[in-house]
């Protein structure tokens, strides 16, 4: 059974960082891409960033670049996301999932059949 436990959300202030960790369990981790995507309140989910199975590269949206960071450990079945100089306008549930082997756009939600569960992210003002 497959299963993606995000953890590391929180409360914290503008300016602040967190790194989120993604735990994953019940498929060969090394054989897939990751992904972050976040959704916040009334808005749909968003690709954050990506990161190819080996971790040689790394995808970000645009507006990610140079605050957030993607890496993963394959020893650790984990993929982590630094975000730095938190705004409030990063408050919003954050999800990790693994894309399908077969799908090479990792920005779009449809290559991601496997999702964890989300972890909040609040910045404050």
């Known amino acids: 059974q497959v299963q993606l436990a995000e953890s590391g959300g929180g409360l914290v202030q503008a300016g602040g960082s967190l790194r989120l960790s993604c735990t994953a369990s019940g498929f060969t981790f090394s054989d897939h891409a990751m992904g972050w995507f976040r959704q916040a309140p009334g808005k749909e989910r968003d690709f954050v960033a990506a990161?190819?199975?080996?971790?040689?590269?790394?995808y970000y949206r645009s507006s990610a670049k140079g605050r957030f960071t993607i890496s993963r450990d394959n020893a650790r079945n984990t993929v982590y996301l630094q975000i730095d100089s938190l705004k409030p306008e990063d408050t919003a549930v954050y999800y990790c999932a693994a894309a399908s082997v077969t799908k090479t756009l990792y920005t779009r939600l449809d290559s991601y059949p496997y999702w964890g569960q989300g972890t909040q992210v609040t910045v404050s003002s």
């Open positions: 990161i190819s199975r080996s971790g040689g590269s790394t």
